[in-house]
Structure formats: structure tokens, C-alpha cells
């Protein structure tokens, strides 16, 4: 049960950029992706500043593949995916067992807001091919048929952990000899239904987020899809150049405390990172990284803070909220943030939490507000923690 | 795996552990809308008037399946959902179109998130252990079912809460009905699968199980297999999955004595399952079991809680209109189908 699941390639698209060497470049060149509301068509775009991936649906259409008019969320999967697995260099897919795990919060909402304008007043109305995908799993199987996938796909949905648990997921089919390849993690667009749910909840920035800062405001909702491909030992051992990174811990743990607040201590955070460093046979001194969930929000900086405070008191890892620079992802953040922590691992680096003015107060550690380079890291702590309590925490260690 | 406990809300009355289907609820119209219980029982006063149905449900059904099972902190829960809380998407959404992003209220944002049932029950429950919100199509109950199986084997869990929730809305009644998966008629829902024409009835449900690793005296039955496959090509690709299915599982046709398949009364989508009668599965007992409770991706759960009953009571209700009565009953293979294009066969064993 505890063969090791190895990281054959990654595929990202976000607002830093629409392959993971570019996001790579933005993140080593300090360029986040949040600006001014650009492609989301929302009354609140002169107020509300949001990580959009800099392409228009016509521009995304023509990359992935896919036909004109389909939901962004499935072009944002399609390319990283894609990516991903190109990258693997596994060749036809055909010849192992191979999963497609995906996730995503709202699926094909992004087209289901505009069928809803004439369906609202009159039932009859509305162009169905607008709400087709409107459901999470018929986001996935447009990608998935993309691939060529078929021997197992299926799609996970718990708020921001969904990703996560996506990868969780895939890497226990594997152990499970279930499947030899899988392509796990997640894709969400921006929509309206998700700006405007998280505007009436009041955890919105107006300006650029600045998790872990003493004087955050909110966060800023991005939009993206990352993807890694796992593979068994026996796949690993077939492909011209040796993975170098594993997938060696995962937990998944409930809040159990609020729909959508973390309980001030942190609960679901610590037993998730702790039940990953448990599951991985590591103890918090391993951890070189750890990129952080920080979302920007007053309640999950403190809720996650204290956790690690509470996990890693006295000697704390360097660490970093990626979100600063592709803004809070929603369903694709694990996936997004999964080929983060590979590429620190690969490259010996630590991005920076930007716009980290005043530390704060209630903890006794700093996140990197430099890029840090030529480290040696050997395992990274990824967190992904959501509304309904969902937390999952995932580490990636050097083969 | 063993099936401890079930908790099943539907369009019969499925709830509360009595006879199997002794009186069955003969619905007209292509919707079958659930039996609701009285919530009042399961969920605290205030917390009602705020749930939406399915919410409802979903914490109902889970509560009376654990509070079967004696227990009050499962290692695990694990949701499936096709179309997650529709009636507050709906409402989130028709609010956000007519009042031009303007001017909302969070509640139903807050309770339209995939894993909101899930996420409920943990609440209610205090429980911190793993949590998991399964939401694709037809396999959206089979997957957590995976998952569920898996924690068990993995021997990370003891006791798994598992279920499956989807509610219809007047929203995607209408939609679903314009793409044309409804009758037009006014079918009497016991007779569904005996009048094949175009289209289904639409069906909702909240079906819960708590799975255990280790065999009770308590026990409906053993969940022994599952699996899935995704868009056949035809006829064959289908029987050489079954037959593969059978193969892993060690089990020959012959020992199989009944078969709860998908049939939902649409002729289109029946002919998969009227070859299969007449050829694989030819000299097998079989019954549907849409009639009871409608077409909707998490049907599945509703056929796995059937099958678990007829199991434990060893016996076939008459409402599922078996003409040859098998000898024993002692494995079920249940053979679902979601729009011809999500397949999953389950099979259910006696203790």
C-alpha cells in the first residue's frame, strides 16, 4: 500500500501564464497576474481586481483545441492537462490504465449565467447548448475525451480543497493497482455566481490581497487549471528521464466548525498537514516549503497560521502564499499550487509572498517576501483548505 | 465490505426501516419527487427553515443510516452528488441575473457548494475525519463508493459513511425535459418499464450506507465489487466488461440469482439491457427498479439500498415483478446505466 507515486510531468495555466515554464519565469520575475477585471463580464469590474488567465475565450478556444462557445473552465483544463501529459512523455495513453481525476467548484457555470438571462422569464427560452456542461463531471469529460482517457474519470468538488483531493485520489488508485496513470488535478474560470457569492460574504479585496500581512483585507479570485501526472513505478521505470519528485504524503481532515469559516485554532488545518507529514514518515523539521493556502482572508491566515505555529513551533520552514500572484484558484488552486511546489522542489527555489508589508502579530514567523534560490529542498508542504471544513494538506518530496 | 446500515429517502417509502416496499407509491406525471420524513427528528429547528431540500435530505438520511449502525463518528464521509444543491444554485443565480449582481444575500451561495451535504453532516457530527464530495454524472455515487471501499482496504478507516444526493428543481425539470430525456404523458410510474416509448420519468434521492471492514451480527450484506466503465463502444464492449467484472470477482453468471438493472422505461435506452436479457443474462432472474424511484445520475444508490434489502429479507417485493422466483438469494449483481453513456455493475453478497 505504500508503493511510491511519482510526478511524471505538471501542465499550468494561470494568470502568470499559460505553461508552467511561464508561470515559472513570472514567479522568479515577481509578475502577479492581478490587475483589472479584463474578460469576466461583471458590474463589479471597476472595484473588484481579479487574476484572469490573459486570453479571451475566441484566443483559449484556438489553444486547447476545443469549439468556440464551450465553457472556459473546460479550455483552461484542456490546455494544462494537455501540457501535463505531453510533458510525462508517456506516449498513447492507451497502453497502461490510465485515470483522468479531475475537480472543479461551479463546472460549466460560466455559460450557465448566460443561458439563466433568458431562462429566468421564460422557461422556453435560452439556447441549451449554454447549459449542456453546466454540470462538474461534464467539465471533465470534455477534457477527458480531449486525452483520450477513458478507463477511469471521475470529478471532485469540496470548494478550494477540491484539487487536492483530486491528486489524493488518483495517487491511491495507483497504490491500489487500481491505475498505472493518472492525470489529477483541477481547472475553475472566473464566473459571476463565484464573484458575486464571494462579494456577499465580504472577503473580497479591493486592492491587490496580501495574505499574511497584519492589515489583509480579503482575497482576489483567480482562475486556472494545473495538472500532474502520476505514475507507478512500473510506468516510471519505462519513461526516458527518472522522475524526480514524488507525491509522499496526503490527508484529508474536516473543520468541522463553520461552512465557511475556519475554527480560530485551525483545526482541520493542523490535522490535515499533520496527518500528511504522518502518512509521508516525516517529521516537521523535513519540511523545507511550504506553500501556504493563503487566501488573504482575516480567518484563514489566522486559522492556518496558528495551525503551523502550532505543528512547527520552534523552527519554521520558509513559506509563501503563491496566491499573490494567481489569486485564489477555487477548484484549481491544489492542482496549480501541486506544480508550484514541484517546480521549488526541481529548481532549489522559494517564491515570494508579495506585497508582505507588516508581519503578522499573532505569529512568530514571516513568510519569504524574496525569491529565494539555490536551496536545498527535499520536501514541500502544500495546503489547500475550503468552505465546509474541507481541508487537505499534500507533500512532495525529491526521489 | 460489509453493509451495516442504510438510510434511504425516495419516492416510496423507504425511510424508516419498514416492510420492503409492501405499499408502492404509484406517482403520474415524468416527476418523482421523494417522500420527505418530518426533519424535525434529525435536524435542529432552526437549521431547517434555512436547508434546502436536498440538504435536508441528505443530513436526514445520513443520521438515521448511522443511527442504525450505533454510531456516532464514522472514520470517514463520503458524498456523491451529480448536481449538487440545485435549488440554491438556482436561487443564487436567478437573484444574481434579475437583480444585476446587486444587492444578495450569501445564504444560498454558502449553500450551493458541492460539498455542503457532506459538509453538514460533519457539523452536526463534530466529525474531523476525512471528508469527500464525489460530483461526476452517473458515476458520482460509484466513486465515493471507491473511495469508500478504498479507506477501508487501506485499513485507514473502520467505518465509512457513503451515500449519494440529487434533488430536482423546477429548473432543471424544465431543462432536462427541453433536452428531451422526459415523457410527455401521464405515465403511471409502476408501469414505466412495461410501456417502453421515448423518454424517462424523472427521479430524485438521498441514499446513505455505512460500510464496515470487519462483518456485525447486524449486517445487511456483504458489498463484494464494483466497477465502472465509461462509453462503451456497443454491445460487445459491454459484455466484455461484465465478463471481466465477473472474472476478477470470481463469480460465475450461474451463481448470480438476480440482476438489478437500469431500465428506465425510455426504448432507446433499454435496448442495452433487453440484448443483455435475452442474450449474457438469459437464464438470470432480473427486475428494474427505475420505476420506484425515476431516472437521475445517483440511481445507483436507490438499486444498491434495494438490493442490500432483498438480501437481508431474502426476499423479492412483488412490486418488482420477477416472474421466476430464484431459489435463493444469495448475490444480486446490480447493473446501472446513466444515459447510455456511465455503466457500473455492483454486486452484493448474503453475509
Known amino acids: 500500500m505504500s508503493a511510491p507515486v511519482f510526478i511524471a510531468g505538471t501542465g499550468a495555466i494561470s494568470a502568470i501564464g499559460h505553461s508552467t515554464a511561464a508561470c515559472l519565469a513570472a514567479l522568479k520575475n515577481e509578475a502577479a497576474g492581478i490587475g483589472e477585471m479584463r474578460y469576466l463580464d461583471s458590474v463589479h469590474r471597476d472595484e473588484l481586481p481579479v487574476a484572469e488567465v490573459k486570453l479571451s475565450n475566441e484566443e483559449l478556444s484556438l489553444l486547447s483545441g476545443l469549439a468556440p462557445g464551450i465553457s472556459r473552465t473546460a479550455e483552461l483544463g484542456t490546455i494544462a492537462a494537455k501540457e501535463a501529459l505531453e510533458n510525462a512523455g508517456i506516449g498513447d495513453v492507451a497502453q497502461w490504465r490510465t485515470g483522468f481525476i479531475s475537480a472543479n467548484s461551479v463546472g460549466g457555470m460560466d455559460k450557465t449565467e448566460n443561458f439563466y438571462k433568458a431562462f429566468l422569464p421564460d422557461p422556453t427560452k435560452g439556447r441549451l447548448r449554454d447549459v449542456v456542461n453546466h454540470e462538474c463531471g461534464a467539465v471533465t469529460e470534455i477534457v477527458a475525451d480531449q486525452l483520450g482517457i477513458k478507463d477511469y474519470i471521475t470529478t471532485i468538488s469540496t470548494a478550494c480543497s477540491s484539487s487536492a483531493n483530486s491528486i489524493f485520489f488518483g495517487a491511491r488508485l495507483i497504490r491500489n493497482n487500481i491505475l498505472d496513470v493518472v492525470v489529477a488535478g483541477g481547472a475553475d474560470a472566473l464566473t459571476k455566481f463565484t464573484l458575486n457569492g464571494f462579494n456577499t460574504l465580504m472577503i473580497l479585496d479591493s486592492e491587490y490581497c496580501k495574505p499574511f500581512d497584519e492589515n489583509r483585507k480579503g482575497l482576489n479570485l483567480g482562475e486556472g487549471a494545473g495538472y500532474v501526472v502520476l505514475v507507478s513505478e512500473k510506468v516510471a521505470a519505462t519513461l526516458k528521464e527518472n522522475p524526480s519528485v514524488k507525491l509522499s504524503g496526503y490527508c484529508n481532515a474536516n473543520d468541522a466548525y463553520h461552512q465557511t469559516a475556519s475554527s480560530p485554532d485551525g483545526t482541520g488545518s493542523y490535522l490535515a498537514m499533520s496527518g500528511a507529514l504522518k502518512r509521508a514518515g516525516l517529521q516537521p523539521a523535513d519540511i523545507g516549503y511550504i506553500n501556504l493556502h493563503g487566501t488573504g482572508t482575516q480567518n484563514n491566515d489566522i486559522a492556518e497560521g496558528t495551525a503551523i505555529k502550532r505543528l512547527f513551533d520552534p523552527r519554521f520552514p520558509m513559506m509563501s502564499s503563491t496566491k499573490t500572484f494567481t489569486g485564489h484558484t477555487l477548484g484549481a488552486c491544489g492542482g496549480i499550487e501541486a506544480v508550484f511546489s514541484i517546480m521549488a522542489l526541481n529548481n532549489g527555489i522559494v517564491y515570494p509572498n508579495l506585497r508582505l508589508e507588516t508581519p503578522m502579530a499573532a505569529l512568530p514567523f514571516t513568510p519569504e517576501t524574496k525569491l529565494v534560490t539555490g536551496v536545498d529542498i527535499k520536501h514541500v508542504l502544500s495546503n489547500s483548505f475550503g468552505f465546509g471544513g474541507n481541508c487537505s494538506s499534500l507533500i512532495f518530496s525529491k526521489v | ?351
Not at chain 2, 82 to 98: H, K, P, Q, S, W
Not at chain 2, 103 to 121: C, D, E, R, V, Y
Not at chain 2, 338 to 351: I, M, R
Request: hydrophobic share 40%; aromatic share 8%.
Open chain 2, 1 to 351: 465490505m460489509y453493509i451495516r446500515a442504510t438510510g434511504n429517502i425516495s419516492p416510496q417509502e423507504s425511510f424508516g426501516h419498514g416492510p420492503l416496499l409492501e405499499t408502492p407509491v404509484d406517482h403520474r406525471g415524468n416527476r418523482l419527487n421523494c417522500i420527505e420524513p418530518d426533519y424535525k427528528e434529525f435536524i435542529d429547528v432552526k437549521l431547517i427553515r434555512r436547508m434546502s431540500r436536498i440538504i435536508k435530505m441528505g443530513v436526514a438520511a445520513a443520521s438515521e443510516c448511522l443511527r442504525e449502525a450505533t454510531l456516532k463518528n464514522p472514520d470517514a464521509i463520503v458524498t456523491g452528488t451529480a448536481y449538487g444543491c440545485l435549488e440554491d444554485t438556482g436561487i443564487f443565480l436567478g437573484r444574481m441575473v434579475e437583480q444585476q449582481e446587486t444587492l444578495l444575500a450569501p445564504t444560498a451561495f454558502i449553500q450551493s457548494t458541492h460539498n455542503t451535504i457532506g459538509a453538514q453532516i460533519a457539523l452536526q457530527l463534530q466529525c474531523n475525519n476525512y471528508n469527500n464530495a464525489f460530483v461526476h454524472r452517473g458515476f458520482s455515487f460509484e466513486s465515493a463508493l471507491l473511495d469508500a471501499m478504498l479507506l477501508l482496504k487501506e485499513g485507514d478507516a473502520q467505518h465509512v459513511l457513503v451515500g449519494a444526493i440529487d434533488e430536482i428543481t423546477n429548473a432543471s425539470h424544465a431543462i432536462l425535459t427541453r433536452m428531451g430525456l422526459y415523457r410527455h404523458d401521464n405515465t403511471a410510474s409502476l408501469h414505466l418499464l412495461t410501456t417502453p416509448q421515448k423518454g424517462t420519468v424523472a427521479g430524485e434521492g438521498a441514499a446513505f450506507f455505512v460500510l464496515a471492514n470487519a462483518a456485525s451480527a447486524t449486517d445487511y450484506a456483504r458489498l463484494d465489487a464494483l466497477h465502472t466503465f465509461y462509453k462503451p463502444a456497443g454491445k460487445e464492449a459491454i459484455e466484455k466488461e461484465i465478463g471481466r467484472f465477473l472474472l476478477n470477482t470470481g463469480v460465475g453468471l450461474n451463481d448470480i440469482d438476480l440482476i438489478i438493472d437500469g431500465r428506465n422505461g425510455d426504448a432507446r435506452h433499454d435496448a442495452t439491457f433487453n440484448e443483455l436479457e435475452a442474450g449474457l443474462f438469459k437464464d438470470i432472474p432480473s427486475a428494474g427498479f427505475k420505476h420506484l424511484c425515476g431516472e437521475y445520475p445517483t440511481a445507483s444508490a436507490f438499486a444498491l439500498w434495494l438490493a442490500t434489502r432483498i438480501i437481508k429479507d431474502e426476499q423479492i417485493p412483488a412490486v418488482l415483478n420477477v416472474a421466476k422466483q430464484p431459489a435463493a438469494l444469495k448475490k444480486i449483481l446490480v447493473y446501472n446505466n446513466h444515459l447510455n453513456s456511465h455503466h457500473s455493475l455492483l454486486l452484493v453478497s448474503a453475509c
